[in-house]
Structures are given as structure tokens and as C-alpha cells.
């Protein structure tokens, strides 16, 4: 019996795997979680084929064979994030560039491991010399044994390098440098979150609140998203399993991340994080919880305003109508919604609309 | 009735009546002006609820609606007690409603608070407040009601930044209470209405009065037409290839002159040189003209001649929205206005209701959808412009 890369989810307690690595199932890495599923990979890839070699309690080990298999359902594997599938061969990408002036940038999307192969053409300078020395650097430092003096002969000058690009320190800028003057950068990186929200997201204590990440739709969907919260300089992965208090609901093109009963210690930066077979790309979002008492401020503040307006135009009234009491009542009470009838004729000119004469 | 020429800042066109302009110009300012920036809270709705734009924007078809539709009731209680009393609770009401809202759950308690607490709120002031700067006027009436209503476009343009500002600063929770509190303004706006003594006799309009029910349809067909330029001007815009920021200018452009047109008509309509109707009917005229120009200018694929339109169509929409209120009372008299003006609101919002299938669902609507759209894709000028105007 052999495994191949399929990937089983196992409703096997803890206990009983640990009695299957101590048998001889030690190839196997695992992933333990209290009363969790345990998904069990089979590590060792990087032989051709993994080969469970049988240990010595046969029927101990086919017992629990079949218990695995009865519990265990096949999934299929989609190539996920963290998981390098040498197996298959790795892609080639070939980028030429053709350098126009002194310095071009040029910027190129990485999703999974590539062997990247890159070409600078040049045309040279005009005071040139015959020969020119040409080398690449990574990230402002120069590759070793990656320097050389050629000679120019009146054509473009060709230089290409092959890069394996595999993990996430292989990502970065690559430049290919000219004479020490004219160079190429190669920005190699994941596919970026666009539209990062610079101002805090705020809400209350013992509210909820919902803080969303997307990816351009241009931009190709990650396999996943993750979430982390900044503690100190460090950032802590955020797990809903463990904290119930957070939920995280994922589409393939966004990702949200809802927390509940919020408490001011939750202020502070979060980070999404869209997880491509290379690296994770992530955009920061800035957390604010505040108390009522903050609006509150405000609100009295207009509402005493009011009330005094209020009280201001009321009293201005009562003063002046006691002014006025001395000329009678009548006087008090203004008659404009009764007009006589001399103004209804004047009203509007030669107005011929039939009006109700009162 | 007397009329006492000794007491002139107390009479029609006196000075206590402009006071009562500047009180309608703040109390429409945050009755419309308010309804008409609600968008930006929005999208916050959409993003903590979790419910479509749709759902999200009945919330202001509600108030708009409840607005409208309570009018009847507002110059009802006028005529049987006092104006000051019926706008003084009409602006608590309001504030009520916003300041319930900012402790919402779920997406109906917003429905019932800022739509129907606050919607019965704004239907008590607007409709009073206008009738009673009408009463105070006979020469000025027009100019009085162009300058006042001048102040739904400014109100809107200067509240979009302001809460925008609440919002990042106390999420949309806390901008609702200060809203709330904003909106209670209003209530020393109808204290300064001075009370009046009112004939007993009842006032009913009848539907029977040949000129006011033609008004009626007038005015009933106006509004149907006359948010769609609004509406579909950013979606033709773009067909015909304009990018959604020029759109959006063009329609922002139209609101500025709006706000002109309203305070030039009026000016010019009290000059008397020419009778009001006539004024009005040259307006929805030219109003009318310039609508059936604005698809014309939009495929020719100039921009400045949209541009032009409408500005013009702007200007001229405006102009006849001064002139529309003025002519009630001309048409029925100052006395049964109030119950006019109620009933004309009406019926504005069941065309509002029945005018939706017309324009492709209420027009309100699909207007704080678009809003919000352009707000989700982040292009914040465009969204200012698009949510002032609806």
C-alpha cells in the first residue's frame, strides 16, 4: 500500500495516533490539536513515493489500517498554501527587459515557486568603453560570482540569469547592473492588497465590529486568507477555533474578521493576511474601541445649546408681550393668516386665478 | 379682520418675517440636507450588517416616504392647535429617531427610528414651517421661499465632509447620537414661530376645486420625472464615455445651480413684473427642455455641452421648486394653504411609490445605491458629489 499526495482528515483522537507513531508510523508528521480533526500529512515528500513500511505487529498495524480508513475521509489536496509540491515540475517565466535610459523598474507577481529566468538588454552608452563590467545584485547586495567583463561590439548586450524562486526570502528586488551605472530592478513580490484603509476602523466597548480586507479583482485570489494581531512587535496568528470571541468568514476575494464583545484592549493593528503558495502579502487595519462616553461629550454639548436657545426665545417673547401688555391682548396675536379682502386683489397684480374669496 | 399697520415688523413682509425665513432655512436644512447625506452612513450599515445595498436603502425611502406621507397629519395639528407646538415636537421627534437609531441591532429597528420615528419628525416641520413663512409673506413670498430652500443644498454640501468627520471619529453609532442632537435644533427654529390666534372655522381643501386638483397632477407629474436627470446622468455619463468623476462633477454642477435658481426665481418672481403661474410654467417648461436635451448632449459625446445642459437644467429645476410652493396659496389662499401643502406632499410620495417601477425602483433608492458603490470602490469625491445630490 502506498500514499500518495492525498491528504486525510482524520476524526482520530490524539491518543490513538500517538500509538501509531510509537508502531512504526514515524514517517508521518502531524499536527496535534486537543479533540480536534488531525490532518495528517505525509511529510516526507521528497522521496518519490511514500512506502509504509510495515511494522512488525501485523495485524496490530492492519487493524488499525482499516481503522484509519474506515474513520478517515480521502480529500483531495489543491496545491495549499504551505505545502511545496516538488513532485511536479516547477515552472519556468522568462522576463526581458530592455533598458531604456539609466534605471527601469519592472514589477513582476509571484504566486507559486518559479524558476525565474531574466534577461536585461542593453544598448549601450554612446562614450563607451570596449569592454564593461556587468553584475546582479539582490536587495542592494551583489550576487557573488555573478560579475563579468564583457565586450560590447556595437550591438545590444544580452544578460540573463536563472533564479529559483521557492520561498519568501527568494522574493525582493533583483537588478542587473551595467558599467556600475545603468541597471534593471526586478521587484518580485506576491500579489499586493491594494486599498488599505489608513484610518481607524472604531467602535465600541461591548459592541462588535467587522473589519474587511480585499484583493483587487484584477489580481489573482490567494488560496487563503489569515489574520494576526500585533502584540508588542510581535504578530499572533488569530484563531477563531481558539478564541470564540472571533470569527473569520472568507471569500476568495476578501476576508473579514468579525470580534465580539469588544474591550479597549482590543485596540490596536490587525493585519490580513492573503496567503499565496510563495508568501503571505499583508495589509495592516487599525482597530479603535472606544466607550459612549466619547460621542456623549458632544451630544450634551449641542443639547445644552438647544435648551438654552430655547429658553433664550421663549424668554425674549415673554418680556416683550409684557411690554406690550399694556396695549391690550389683541395686539398679542398676529392675524396674517386672514387677509382682507383689498389684499386679496392686490395680492398678486392682475392675477386672473380663481381664488375662495373669504 | 384688522389689519394693524402699526405694528410692522409683526406684519406681512416685516422684519420678524425674515427671522422666520432663516429659522426655515436651517430647519430644511437638517430635515433634506441631512436626508440627502445619510449616504455615507451607508456604507458602514452595509459593512456591520452585513445586508445588501438594497436592504440598506429603504432605510431613507422610509424617512423620505414617512416624511411625506405625514405631512396631512402635521398641517392638520397645525390647524387645530398651534405651528410652534407641532414643529417644536416635530424636531424632537427627529432627534428622537436618530438618537434611538445609534443604539440599532438590527437593520429594522433602523427602518422604525430613522425612517419612521424621524420620517414623522420631518413631516411635522417641513410642511408647517413652510406654510407658516407663506402666511408672513404676500409681496416677498417667492424670494422668502427661494432664500430658505437655498439652504438644502448648502446644508447638504457642508454636511457630507461633517459626517464623513463623525463617522471616523465616533463610528457610525456615536454620529447618529450627534446627529440626533444636531437635528433637535430644529426645535428652537419652531419656537420662534409666534403663536397665532386662528379663525375656528375648519379648513378643508376640496378635491372638487378644479384648480387645485390640476395643480395637484401638475405637480404629481413633476415629480416623477424630476429625480431621474439626477439618477441616470452618472449612468449615461458613463456609456457615452465620461469618466465617473466628470459625471459625477456634472451632477454636482447641476446641484450648485439648483441652489441658484431657487433665490434668483424667487427674486425675480416678487419683482412682479410677470404673474407667478406664468413664471412657474416657464420654468417647468425650459425644466422640461432641457431634460429631453441632456440624453441629446450625453451621446454627442461632448463633453461641454453636458456640461451646459446641465447646468441649465439644474438651474431651471430649481428655480420652478420656489415657485411650486408659492403658488398654493394663490391657488387655494393663505387660509386652507396649510391643508394644501400637506395633502400636495402626499401625493408626492405616493408618486414617489408608484413613479418607481416607472424609473427602475424608487429613483431614492438607486440613487444611495450608487452611492454606495462608488464609495465601496474607494473613490471618495465621486461618492461626495453622488450622495449630495441624492
Known amino acids: ?358 | 379682520s384688522v389689519r394693524r399697520s402699526s405694528d410692522d415688523a409683526d406684519g406681512p413682509d416685516g422684519s420678524w418675517g425674515w427671522v422666520l425665513v432663516g429659522a426655515l432655512f436651517v430647519s430644511t436644512g437638517l430635515v433634506f440636507g441631512l436626508m440627502r447625506s445619510l449616504g455615507i452612513f451607508f456604507v458602514e450599515f452595509v459593512e456591520y450588517f452585513e445586508e445588501s445595498a438594497q436592504t440598506i436603502s429603504w432605510i431613507s425611502s422610509t424617512g423620505l416616504a414617512a416624511q411625506q406621507f405625514f405631512s396631512p397629519l402635521g398641517t392638520a395639528l397645525c390647524n387645530a392647535y398651534n405651528a410652534r407646538m407641532v414643529v417644536m415636537a416635530g424636531g424632537c421627534l427627529a432627534g428622537l429617531g436618530l438618537i434611538l437609531a445609534s443604539q440599532a441591532t438590527c437593520v429594522l429597528h433602523l427602518y422604525l427610528t430613522m425612517g419612521l420615528i424621524s420620517g414623522l419628525g420631518w413631516g411635522l416641520v417641513f410642511t408647517p414651517m413652510v406654510a407658516t413663512v407663506m402666511a408672513n409673506f404676500t409681496r416677498h413670498r417667492a424670494l422668502a421661499l427661494g432664500l430658505a430652500f437655498s439652504g438644502i443644498g448648502i446644508s447638504s454640501f457642508a454636511f457630507n465632509p461633517l459626517f464623513q468627520l463623525l463617522v471616523e471619529m465616533y463610528a457610525w453609532r456615536g454620529a447618529l447620537l450627534i446627529l440626533g442632537g444636531l437635528s433637535l435644533n430644529i426645535v428652537p427654529c419652531g419656537a420662534l414661530i409666534r403663536p397665532q390666534r386662528r379663525s375656528k372655522a375648519r379648513q378643508k381643501v376640496g378635491w372638487t376645486s378644479r384648480p387645485y386638483a390640476t395643480y395637484t397632477l401638475a405637480i404629481v407629474l413633476l415629480n416623477i420625472g424630476y429625480f431621474v436627470p439626477y439618477f441616470h446622468l452618472v449612468a449615461h455619463g458613463r456609456q457615452a464615455g465620461f469618466s465617473e468623476y466628470q459625471a459625477a462633477f456634472v451632477m454636482s454642477a447641476a446641484g450648485a445651480t439648483d441652489i441658484l435658481g431657487r433665490v434668483v426665481s424667487g427674486w425675480f418672481s416678487d419683482m412682479g413684473h410677470f404673474r407667478l403661474i406664468h413664471l412657474l410654467s416657464f420654468w417647468v417648461a425650459l425644466a422640461g427642455v432641457f431634460i429631453m436635451l441632456l440624453p441629446v448632449s450625453s451621446l454627442s459625446g461632448s463633453y461641454a455641452a453636458l456640461v451646459l445642459i446641465s447646468l441649465l437644467y439644474g438651474f431651471s429645476s430649481g428655480a420652478l421648486t420656489s415657485l411650486a410652493f408659492a403658488a398654493v396659496p394663490l391657488i387655494v389662499g393663505v387660509e386652507r394653504m396649510m391643508g394644501a401643502l400637506g395633502l400636495l406632499q402626499l401625493l408626492e410620495s405616493a408618486t414617489g411609490l408608484l413613479g418607481a417601477p416607472l424609473s427602475g425602483r424608487s429613483t431614492l433608492g438607486r440613487c444611495t445605491v450608487l452611492c454606495l458603490h462608488y464609495r465601496k470602490s474607494n473613490l471618495h469625491r465621486v461618492s461626495n458629489y453622488v450622495c449630495t445630490v441624492c
Open chain 1, 1 to 358: 500500500m502506498f500514499c500518495s499526495r492525498i491528504v486525510l482528515q482524520c476524526d482520530i483522537m490524539a491518543a490513538s495516533l500517538a500509538q501509531l507513531i510509537e508502531e512504526g508510523w514515524g514517517d508521518y508528521t502531524m499536527q496535534q490539536e486537543e479533540g480536534e480533526k488531525i490532518p495528517c500529512e505525509k511529510a516526507a515528500l521528497g522521496e518519490d513515493r511514500g512506502i509504509i513500511i510495515m511494522s512488525p505487529s501485523w495485524t496490530q498495524l492492519l487493524f488499525q489500517i482499516l481503522l484509519l480508513l474506515v474513520c478517515c475521509r480521502h480529500i483531495n489536496t489543491k496545491t495549499s498554501g504551505a505545502t511545496p509540491s516538488p513532485l511536479a515540475p516547477v515552472p519556468t517565466v522568462a522576463r526581458s527587459v530592455v533598458l531604456k535610459g539609466e534605471s527601469q523598474n519592472e514589477t513582476i507577481e509571484v504566486l507559486n515557486p518559479i524558476k525565474l529566468e531574466l534577461e536585461c538588454t542593453w544598448t549601450g552608452d554612446q562614450d563607451k568603453l570596449p569592454n564593461i563590467t556587468v553584475y546582479w545584485m539582490k536587495d542592494e547586495n551583489e550576487i557573488e560570482n555573478s560579475r563579468l567583463t564583457v565586450q560590447l561590439e556595437n550591438e545590444p548586450y544580452n544578460l540573463k540569469r536563472e533564479f529559483s524562486i521557492e520561498k519568501e526570502e527568494n522574493l525582493g528586488t533583483y537588478s542587473c547592473v551595467f558599467e556600475n551605472v545603468s541597471k534593471i530592478n526586478f521587484i518580485l513580490a506576491a500579489p499586493q492588497i491594494g486599498d488599505v484603509r489608513e484610518k481607524p476602523i472604531v467602535s465600541y466597548v461591548g459592541d462588535y465590529v467587522v473589519m474587511t480586507c480585499k484583493m483587487e479583482e484584477s489580481k489573482p485570489k490567494p488560496s487563503s486568507w489569515n489574520w494576526y494581531k500585533k502584540n508588542g512587535t510581535d504578530e499572533e496568528q488569530i484563531f477563531p477555533a481558539e478564541e470564540p470571541r472571533y470569527k473569520i468568514k472568507n471569500e476568495d476575494e476578501k476576508t473579514k474578521l468579525v470580534v465580539h464583545n469588544l474591550t479597549e484592549a482590543d485596540s490596536g493593528l490587525y493585519y490580513c493576511g492573503a496567503v499565496y503558495a510563495i508568501a503571505t502579502t499583508k495589509s495592516p487595519v487599525k482597530l479603535k474601541v472606544i466607550t459612549y462616553w466619547e460621542p456623549l461629550k458632544p451630544f450634551l454639548a449641542i443639547l445644552a445649546e438647544v435648551i438654552v436657545l430655547v429658553a433664550i426665545i421663549l424668554l425674549c417673547e415673554k418680556s416683550q408681550s409684557k411690554k406690550d401688555g399694556a396695549t391690550g391682548n389683541e395686539t398679542n396675536a398676529d392675524q396674517t393668516y386672514t387677509l382682507t379682502e383689498g389684499e386679496n386683489k392686490d395680492q398678486e397684480g392682475n392675477s386672473s386665478v380663481r381664488q375662495r374669496k373669504v
